[in-house]
């Protein structure tokens, strides 16, 4: 029962408030010319640095210059212009299917008591 709950809660399908979220979320990504992605952070989940790390070079510069535009941008107090913003993918993933696999390769390493790729020693 509570899994439904949850599920339903989350699903912009079927939940209007979790569609007017995504669709706000949308808007202010589009603004600055982010993705969804972007937003993970490698220097709090190792996960997300390795991931990082199996991507293209072309990949990971793209999403490094879409950080520094929207650092550049939110310094100046502007947003991109709207002919940009229209252009902008903000839920376009490029690191989820990375993620996912290096979280299965990590469960498993833990399933079978090998020792870990990486200390999780974040401070």
């Known amino acids: 029962m509570?899994?439904?709950i949850s599920k339903w809660l989350v699903?912009?399908?079927?939940?209007?408030?979790?569609?007017?979220?995504?669709?706000?979320?949308?808007?202010?990504?589009?603004?600055?010319?982010?993705?969804?992605?972007?937003?993970?952070?490698?220097?709090y989940d190792l996960d997300v640095k390795e991931a990082l790390n199996r991507l293209p070079k072309e990949v990971v510069d793209?999403?490094?210059?879409?950080?520094?535009?929207?650092?550049?941008?939110?310094?100046?107090?502007?947003?991109?212009?709207?002919?940009?913003?229209?252009?902008?993918?903000?839920?376009?993933?490029y690191l989820q299917e990375m993620l996912t696999l290096i979280k299965k390769e990590r469960a498993e390493r833990e399933a079978l008591g090998a020792l870990p790729l990486y200390q999780r020693t974040i401070t």
């Open 2 to 4: 509570a899994a439904a």
């Open 11 to 43: 699903d912009p399908k079927r939940n209007p408030l979790a569609a007017l979220h995504m669709k706000t979320l949308s808007n202010r990504l589009s603004k600055y010319g982010l993705r969804y992605d972007d937003l993970y952070d490698p220097m």
């Open 62 to 93: 793209a999403r490094n210059q879409r950080l520094k535009r929207a650092m550049d941008l939110s310094m100046k107090h502007d947003y991109l212009p709207e002919d940009l913003q229209a252009m902008q993918t903000p839920f376009r993933s």
